[in-house]
C-alpha cells in the first residue's frame, strides 16, 4: 500500500493559502494587470492540483479533465512571462566600448 505524502488538513492549509494569493492578485489586478494575471493563473493551478489531492486523500475523485485546465493556465503564466522576458531583452542597452 501506497503511503500519501499529503494529508487532509495540510492540503487544505496550501489551498486557503492560494485562494488568499489568487484573491490579493484579483483586487489589485489595475496595478499591474500582465503581473496580476500570471498570479492568478499560476494560484488557479496551485489550487487545481490540491483539490485533486485532496480528493486523492479522501478516494473521492469528482474533477473531470484537471489536467487540461492546469496545462490551460499554465499556458497563460507561460506566455506572460516569456513576453516578459522579450520585453526585458529589448530594454537591455547597448554595450560600447
Known amino acids: 500500500m501506497k503511503k ?4 487532509e488538513v ?4 496550501i ?5 488568499y494569493i489568487y484573491s490579493i492578485a484579483k483586487k489589485n489586478y489595475n496595478d499591474n494587470p500582465a503581473l ?4 492568478e493563473s499560476l494560484a488557479q493551478v496551485g489550487i487545481m492540483f490540491t483539490t485533486i ?3 486523492e486523500v479522501n478516494d473521492h475523485e469528482e474533477t ?4 487540461g485546465y492546469i496545462l490551460s493556465k499554465l499556458s497563460n503564466s507561460y506566455s506572460r512571462m516569456t513576453e ?11 554595450w560600447k566600448l
Open 4 to 7: 500519501d505524502q499529503f494529508d
Open 10 to 13: 495540510t492540503l487544505k492549509h
Open 15 to 19: 489551498r486557503n493559502r492560494l485562494d
Open 36 to 39: 496580476m494575471d500570471t498570479i
Open 53 to 55: 489531492k485532496l480528493q
Open 64 to 67: 473531470k479533465s484537471p489536467q
Open 84 to 94: 516578459y522576458e522579450k520585453q526585458k531583452v529589448k530594454d537591455f542597452p547597448d
